[in-house]
């Protein structure tokens, strides 16, 4: 399973707006230009989100964006699922070994237990460095 750009900098959006949670919203700009990205390319990036209730905009002079919900209550999984779609590491075939389709479906429900235990508040908490630092298993 491969994170396509989409995923990865929807999830910067996202830890973005969490670390700004409950302050004013933040623009678009504002985030590219923190994380040296292309405001364009997000702009494409949010509208999935906003689609699916995970932001809200708000327009204005000092607009931007916000989350629709705590960052506790919005995990990993929910942004890649609505940026990258299903989680599968493989295509399931009817074809596939027994052993094999087993090893696959293991796979994936692994990964979606880190992705959907993750939350946007543990990430936006994260710092390099940090003893008490959120760990990640796999």
């Known amino acids: ?3 396509s750009t989409k995923g990865r900098y929807g999830l910067t959006i996202m830890i973005e707006l969490a670390t700004k949670y409950g ?3 933040i623009s678009l700009r504002s985030i590219a230009k923190a994380n040296n990205l292309s405001e364009h390319y997000l702009e494409q990036l949010v509208t999935p989100l906003r689609n699916a ?4 905009s708000i327009r204005g002079a000092y607009g931007g964006y916000v989350l629709a ?3 506790a209550k919005i995990t990993a999984g ?3 699922r609505v940026l990258e779609g299903p989680l ?3 295509e399931e075939l009817e074809e596939e ?3 094999k389709r087993e090893l696959w479906i293991r796979i994936r429900d ?3 237990e880190v992705l959907d235990s993750t939350t946007l508040e543990d990430l936006a908490k994260y710092s390099d460095g940090d003893e008490g630092a959120y760990m990640f298993y796999i």
């Open 1 to 3: 399973m491969k994170i």
């Open 23 to 25: 302050d004013r919203p």
């Open 53 to 56: 209730g995970l932001v809200k």
């Open 69 to 71: 919900e705590h960052p």
């Open 78 to 80: 929910d942004i890649l």
């Open 88 to 90: 599968t590491p493989v």
């Open 97 to 99: 070994e027994p052993a």
């Open 110 to 112: 692994a990964v979606e």
